[in-house]
């Protein structure tokens, strides 16, 4: 599927391997300050507003539509996912035939910046422009992540991609609450109007430390090929798809991960919007709980990675799926207060970098001899990106129609039993995959 250069280092490099890390200490300050803490808490405040009767409004219009501010939420992050959806296989197939995964990150990583520094000019009642920052910045990080994890698989054998898989998101965990810490340090200190510079800083963040991901990392892989790179882009994706084809554990194994997307993805992006507005916390304990979870996913993530040498990685992808179905089910009936709040976070915080990081390096240790590693990781991010936008819209219709979030958890239960139901079909490892 194309002539390889081979990369520019031997994955031994640990220069490379550091390189590769710095990456998710970089993009993880999105997905802490923007998605999960800061931006969460700054949306709902900004778009309630005082109603004619006297009681707060969560109401608010949307190119002529009326929506719950939180749904409305919900429906523009799915939204800009069906765009990663239809871009980024494409791209990746373009990036393998080029052998420029590289530059494909660097511009996803400068358009979700970019959308960063948009958010300090969120105004509410021009929502329509305002969303657009979100839209393009939510882009930017999920769209960066395809061809980031792509690298895995060639900066590492498979033996030691689930402790280095598990490093990246304990780095992404640290830096990430490093950032947070230090803007409200300033928002506490100073006071609430230096909200808004919390998105430049994530911005800077967030393009400033990938500078060492771009220098590190190879840069050039394959020969530049003659043709049409469109077409050649389509091309590496039916190769992909005709490889795939009857590799029966590698393609239980993407189902299940798709229906375990829908839940996973959506709780981590909704949390803090139940915390708010179903458990009512106040915003210091909203934030005493997030920085909770980050630090708890620090050794979940290694002890997930100890689990998968001692067990198998669809061992402990099963017993993952069902603390998830647990978790649910108890934030669905017990979750009422701050401190059962904080019990389920804890639980959350455990679980999420250590499902996160196993399904990565499972599927890095999964794949196929190929030196096409975008084209395949582009069907993993589609399959995870898809199960969000279904997880999210579940979760968006049922708020909207029932006027409660706690029965969208759920829709999410459902999404976990049959993730489970799914893992338990994966054959048994033959001798060539008995890693995962």
């Known amino acids: 599927m194309g002539n390889s250069k081979g990369a520019t280092r031997s ?14 200490w970089a993009n993880s300050a999105y997905f802490l300050v923007i998605t999960t803490a800061i931006f969460p808490i700054f949306y709902n405040a900004i778009t309630t507003t005082e109603g004619p009767t006297g009681t707060n409004s969560d109401v608010v219009a949307f190119f002529g ?14 939204a800009s996912f069906l765009i990663v959806i239809v871009s980024t296989p494409l791209l990746a197939g373009m990036a393998d035939y080029l052998g420029r995964k590289l530059q494909f990150l660097k511009f996803f990583c400068y358009l979700g910046a970019s959308g960063c520094l948009g958010l300090f000019w969120f105004d ?31 900066i590492a054998p498979k033996e030691d991609q689930d402790l280095l898989s598990a490093k990246g998101f304990s780095w992404g ?14 928002i506490m200190g ?29 840069t050039q892989t394959k020969v530049r090929p003659d043709g049409n790179i469109l077409w050649q882009g389509f091309r590496e994706l039916r190769n992909v798809a005709k490889e795939l084809k ?26 803090s919007s139940f915390g708010i507005k179903e458990v009512q916390l106040a915003t ?74 196993v399904n990565r390096s499972t599927y890095a240790k999964m794949l196929p ?10 069907f993993y991010e589609v399959l995870e990106k898809t199960g969000v936008v279904i997880g999210l819209f579940s979760w968006g219709y049922i708020e909207g129609f029932t006027g409660s979030m706690r029965n969208s958890l759920l829709a999410l239960i459902v999404f976990f039993i049959v993730a489970m139901v799914l893992l338990a079909s994966i054959p048994k490892a033959t001798d060539e995959g008995q890693l995962a």
Not at 125 to 144: K, R, T, V, Y
Not at 190 to 214: C, E, K, N, P, S
Request: hydrophobic share 55%; net charge neutral.
């Open 11 to 24: 994955y031994t490099d640990k220069a490379i391997r550091k390189g590769w890390l710095m990456y998710d």
């Open 65 to 78: 539509r009326d929506f719950i501010n939180t749904q409305l939420y919900s429906y523009v992050i799915g």
């Open 124 to 154: 509410p009642s021009h929502l329509e422009w305002s969303m657009s920052a979100l839209f393009m910045a939510n882009i930017g990080a999920w769209g960066s992540l395809g061809f980031y994890n792509a690298f895995l698989p060639e």
């Open 173 to 186: 965990f640290a830096g990430s609450v490093l950032l947070l810490l230090m803007c409200l340090a300033l």
């Open 190 to 218: 100073i006071g609430d109007h230096l909200t808004r510079w919390a998105f430049i800083a994530v911005g800077l963040w967030w393009a400033g430390w990938a500078q060492i991901t771009f220098r590190r990392l190879p």
């Open 246 to 271: 009857g590799k029966t554990r590698i393609v239980r194994y993407l189902i299940s991960f798709f229906v375990m997307s829908m839940a996973v993805q959506t709780i981590m992006l909704m949390a």
């Open 284 to 357: 210091d304990e909203l934030i005493v709980a997030i920085i909770l979870v980050q630090i708890i996913a620090i050794p979940g993530s290694f002890i997930f990675s100890w689990l998968c040498q001692r067990h198998g990685n669809v061992k402990v992808l099963l017993l993952a799926t069902s603390l998830w179905t647990g978790v649910c089910l108890f934030a669905y009936f017990l979750v009422d207060g701050s401190l059962m709040f904080f019990i389920a976070a804890g639980i959350i915080g455990f679980m999420m970098g250590g499902t996160q990081s």
């Open 369 to 378: 001899k190929t030196e096409d590693t975008a084209s395949y990781f582009s």
